[in-house]
């Protein structure tokens, strides 16, 4: 069946630092790939997404490209801020499928 | 402001009740769906509404059901309550076959 794994976490930055949050899924045929994003307290919200191989789907400063040669779908930010402090969940959404496979989750905090 | 709404957010039963989740989604979004988050996991699709039928299922038990209102609101109902089903209860809106932008905040279930 899909599934969608990501980085072990907790991840742990300072303010201004680069950030990588790995994400790898399985998948036939040809998935879409979504970042949600968890804000303490909140619902989760759609920060970034990409519907088919090298698509790089962007927002708020963070990038994630489609590479379906390595099934992945890394999440990147250049400076972090401590706003970016979350739980970030990677997830892919068959064609035609009307669910949603989400990772485990990966929790960021950044400290000032 | 995301929209969707959740009620109550906080629930405590045992094991063997019965328990209705509610959802009022945003406006003009026709399609409800309700995941379940256990701690530390990522969400699992448990099922979605159109138009106020049942439009897709994962992998849950017929003791989950749901219904969805003309307004587009949606219950979650639960029955025969196991411990295992104390979780995040997540809804999400969007409009006709669309991935979510938005969940609600969710119900946190406990089954003691």
């Known amino acids: 069946g899909n599934s969608v794994t990501q980085m072990e976490g907790p991840v742990t930055l300072s303010e201004e630092a680069f950030l990588t949050i790995n994400c790898t899924y399985t998948?036939?045929?040809?998935?879409?790939l979504f970042w949600y994003v968890q804000y303490p307290g909140e619902g989760l919200q759609l920060l970034l997404k990409?519907?088919?191989?090298?698509d790089k789907g962007s927002n708020k400063g963070f990038e994630a490209t489609y590479r379906k040669e390595t099934t992945s779908f890394h999440l990147e930010k250049g400076s972090v801020q401590v706003s970016d402090s979350a739980v970030y969940f990677c997830?892919?959404?068959?064609?035609?499928?009307?669910?949603?496979?989400f990772g485990q989750g990966t929790r960021l905090t950044i400290n000032p | 402001e995301t929209g969707v709404t959740q009620s109550p957010t906080h629930l405590i039963k045992t094991r063997g009740q019965q328990v209705t989740l509610r959802c009022s989604s945003q406006s003009g979004h026709n399609t409800v769906s309700w995941y379940q988050q256990a701690l530390g996991q990522g969400p699992q699709f448990i099922f979605q509404y159109y138009r106020e039928e049942e439009n897709g299922r994962g992998n849950f038990p017929p003791r989950f059901s749901g219904l969805q209102f003309p307004n587009y609101s949606s219950e979650l109902n639960v029955n025969a309550l196991e411990l295992d089903d104390s979780a995040l209860y997540l809804c999400?809106?969007?409009?006709?076959?669309?991935?979510?932008?938005?969940f609600g905040p969710g119900t946190r279930l406990t089954v003691l």
């Open positions: 998948a036939t045929g040809y998935p879409s």
């Open positions: 999400a809106s969007s409009s006709s076959y669309r991935v979510p932008a938005y």
């Open positions: 990409a519907t088919k191989a090298d």
């Open positions: 997830a892919l959404n068959d064609q035609g499928a009307q669910k949603l496979v």
